[in-house]
């Protein structure tokens, strides 16, 4: 079997592994990418909130200004400046990075399946499909260890959607419902959003915090009453669906990690374990590895010990049914504006503002998340 060595061998060219492969290929360093799939279609739609603007602005598909967010108040067209809401389709974002990759030398794009890994003294071996790979270092985005949900907080938030085309004009395309919980909540965290792109097109999906996943074809009633009963848009067809299932815990994925293995991504717990988000945090998380690593540190993207702990304290909150996640970003969205809201959730905020936007939640559930086991 044929033998390829590289300085960086990066596994997944998804989301993680094209933004770090990105970054370490201006080293001029040898780089590997394995990637198993073709990644030439659109498997998934990321939306993300921004403030002014971003590295991908080039390739966003639309970008709202305001939001709407329902829960026990509603809260209508409010413009959420000086960020924006963006969306990007997953094909522009492999299309980009395959473009920019491709016209360097020192970077490899090999669709080959990962069949296994080992670590060596001065290297790590990879055997694949089709060859054998060595490498410096590893970085890692989809390794997915098995986490039991008795042990450490995980929720899973799954969810389908439509992307609809209506006939008549029936969409604010300058505006993006973020979260709708006027549905049932059947005992869990369930809310609709509703994602404009024009006045006769949107994504409406269904997000649901439980570790109980639907099939696909479950949402298809629930996504179908929701239009009838909140979305007054006549007539419509269903051009594209999408589910899916993103990990909201707090496991501690950098355990697996060694001097010569970095999980990233997915893998590298880098989903934000109370709200799911993982697009925008992938990429700053990508720049701040790909930095680290290029400057000889000791690579270390781990959020603060007290990001950590509200994470947690969120999730246990949900988890253990102390408060309900409507309840939660209820408070959120109620008592703080969109710009402060998005900077709590981005941990952008100081001590103080954390605080201020904490003392907003409903204080007794959130106090016994704190304070109940596992700390
Ligand atoms: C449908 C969907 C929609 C999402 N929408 C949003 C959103 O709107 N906003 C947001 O912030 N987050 C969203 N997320 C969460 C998160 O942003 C994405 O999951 C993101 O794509 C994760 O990137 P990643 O690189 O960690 O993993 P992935 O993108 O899953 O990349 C891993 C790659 O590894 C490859 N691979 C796996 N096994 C092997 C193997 N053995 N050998 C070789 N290659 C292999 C896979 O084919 C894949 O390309 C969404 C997730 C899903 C699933």
Do not use: C
């Amino acid at each position: 079997m044929t033998k390829h060595n590289f300085d960086y061998l990066i596994l997944g060219g998804g989301a993680a592994g094209l933004s770090v492969a990105s970054g370490l290929a201006k080293s001029g360093k040898k780089i590997g990418i394995i990637e198993k799939e073709s990644k030439n279609s659109n498997d998934r739609t990321w939306s993300f909130w921004e403030k002014g603007a971003g590295v991908h602005d080039d390739i966003v598909h639309h970008k709202w200004t305001h939001l709407n967010f329902y829960a026990s108040k509603s809260i209508v067209r409010e413009d959420m400046d000086p960020y924006r809401y963006k969306m990007v389709r997953s094909a522009d974002f492999y299309k980009k990075l395959h473009t920019e990759l491709q016209t360097l030398d020192n970077v490899h794009y090999i669709q080959d399946e990962v069949v296994s890994t080992k670590e060596e003294k001065d290297y790590v071996s990879v055997n694949g499909r089709l060859a054998s790979y060595t490498s410096h270092m590893l970085l890692d985005s989809i390794f997915r260890p098995e986490i039991n949900p008795s042990e450490t907080l995980y929720v899973a938030q799954h969810f389908g959607g439509w992307f609809v085309k209506t006939e008549k004009p029936a969409f604010d395309p300058t505006t993006a419902t973020l979260m709708d919980f006027r549905i049932d909540q059947e005992g869990e965290t369930r809310f609709f959003y509703v994602l404009p792109t024009s006045e006769t097109e949107a994504l409406v999906e269904i997000a649901i915090f439980s570790n109980d996943i639907l099939q696909p074809e479950e949402y298809d009633p629930m996504i179908e009453s929701y239009i009838e009963d909140y979305l007054s848009i006549g007539k419509y067809e269903i051009a594209e669906k999408e589910s899916g299932v993103i990990p909201m815990t707090t496991y501690p994925f950098h355990k697996h990690n060694t001097d010569r293995i970095i999980r990233i991504g997915t893998s590298g717990g880098w989903v934000k374990p109370s709200s799911g988000y993982a697009f925008k945090r992938i990429l700053e998380k990508s720049e701040e590895l790909v930095n680290q690593l290029l400057d000889g540190k000791k690579p270390n993207v781990e959020s603060s010990p007290w990001h950590k702990w509200m994470d947690r304290t969120m999730l246990k909150a949900i988890l253990y049914n102390y408060a309900s996640g409507k309840d939660a970003f209820d408070s959120l969205f109620g008592k703080s504006s969109p710009a402060e809201v998005f900077q709590f959730l981005d941990e952008e905020n100081t001590t103080l503002e954390n605080l201020r936007i904490m003392s907003s939640s409903p204080i007794v559930p959130f106090t016994r998340a704190a304070f109940a086991r596992p700390w």
